[in-house]
C-alpha cells in the first residue's frame, strides 16, 4: 500500500498552480509529488492523511505539504454534502534561488525546510485570513499571483502557532552544532531498533556516563532518549503497516517490540489509533471508495 506518485503539470507561463476543488467529496488517493502544497479546507470533514499523521479536518484547516510527502484527504464513509478547497501547488525549484539570496526571506526558506513534516497553522482567525487570500488569488494574473503568493508565504513563515504533524517529519535535524555523538546515536538506532537497545550501550559510544548522556540528548532532542526510541519505532512500523501485510507480531517483532500488548499500547499513544485501525486507514486512503 504504497503511495502513488502524481505528476504535476504547471501552465507554461506559471510555477504557481491555484485552484478551487469541488466535488461529492476528496477524489486524490494516499500520493505524493514534487510540488509543496498549501490547502486551506472551506467545506467538508473527515480524515487527514499526512505522512505518519492522521487527524480530522474541518473547515478553516489550513495545512502545508512539503515536496514528496505522502497526503490525502479523506471523507468519512456515506459523507455527501460536498467539499470545497483551496489549494496552492508550486515547484521545489521555482523559489529555491529566489529564497537563497534573499538573506530577508530566510524565515520562508526554514518553513519549507521543514515542511515535510506536514505544518498545520493552528489559529483559526489567522488560517481563515490566510484562506480568504488564497481565494483572491484565484484570479489573479501569473505575474500579480506570484507577487501576492510570496506575501502570504512571508506570514505563514511569521505564524507562531503551528503543529508539525508527522512523527517522520520530526527527526532530529543536524547542524553546525551537533557533534559525531549526535550522527552516533542516529547510526546506532537505525542499526539496532529490531534488537533490545539497552541505554548504557548507546552512553558508551558517546562517551558519557547514563547521567550526561541522558542530559545531552533531552537538549539536542527535546525529549527523553526512550520517548525518543518509541517515536524512533514506530515511525519504522507505521512504513512496515504501509508497504507490507505482514502480521502484527511480525512487524512489532521486527521494530524491537517483544511484548505485544506494549506495543499496543505506545502505537495507540503515538498514533492516537490501534495498529488495526491506522492499516485500516492507509487502505482507505489507497482505496477510497472500497466498502
Known amino acids: 500500500m504504497k503511495p502513488q506518485l502524481e505528476h504535476i503539470t504547471h501552465d507554461i507561463d ?11 467529496h476528496f477524489t486524490a ?13 472551506l467545506k467538508g470533514s473527515g480524515i487527514r492523511h499526512i505522512g505518519n499523521n492522521i487527524d480530522n479536518f474541518f473547515p478553516g484547516d489550513l495545512v502545508l505539504v512539503g515536496t514528496n510527502t505522502p497526503h490525502c484527504w479523506i471523507n468519512e464513509k456515506g459523507y455527501n454534502d460536498g467539499v470545497q478547497s483551496v489549494c496552492i501547488q508550486w515547484e521545489a525549484i521555482a523559489l529555491q534561488d529566489f529564497l537563497n539570496t534573499n538573506k ?10 521543514i515542511a515535510s513534516s506536514g505544518i498545520k497553522f493552528r489559529n483559526s482567525e489567522f488560517a481563515s485570513s490566510i484562506g480568504n487570500r488564497l481565494n483572491e488569488l484565484l484570479a489573479l494574473s501569473p505575474e500579480k499571483k506570484l507577487i501576492r503568493f510570496l506575501d502570504i508565504l512571508c506570514d505563514l513563515s511569521n505564524c507562531e502557532t503551528i503543529e508539525l504533524l508527522s512523527v517522520e517529519g520530526n527527526e532530529f535535524q543536524y547542524s553546525e552544532k551537533t557533534d559525531f555523538r549526535t550522527k552516533a546515536i542516529l547510526d546506532y538506532l537505525e ?12 552512553a558508551d559510544i558517546t562517551h558519557l556516563s547514563v547521567g550526561a548522556f541522558c542530559k545531552f540528548f533531552k537538549k539536542q532532542f527535546n525529549r527523553s532518549f526512550t520517548n525518543y526510541l518509541n517515536e524512533f519505532r514506530i515511525r519504522k512500523t507505521c512504513i512496515l503497516l504501509q508497504e507490507t501485510n505482514d502480521k ?16 499496543h499500547r505506545q502505537f495507540k499513544k503515538y498514533m492516537n489509533m490501534t495498529p488495526h485501525e491506522y492499516r485500516k486507514t492507509i487502505f482507505k486512503s489507497v482505496h477510497p471508495f472500497t466498502n
Open 29 to 41: 488517493p494516499w500520493h505524493y509529488h514534487a510540488d509543496y502544497e498549501l490547502t486551506y479546507i
Open 104 to 113: 530577508e526571506l530566510k524565515a520562508i526558506k526554514k518553513m519549507l525546510d
Open 248 to 263: 502484527l507480531s511480525d512487524i512489532s517483532f521486527k521494530c524491537g517490540y517483544e511484548n505485544m500488548s506494549f506495543f
Open 14 to 24: 506559471s510555477s504557481i498552480l491555484a485552484f478551487l476543488f469541488e466535488d461529492d
Open 191 to 202: 542499526e539496532n531498533y529490531q534488537k533490545r537497545i539497552i541505554l548504557e550501550d548507546v
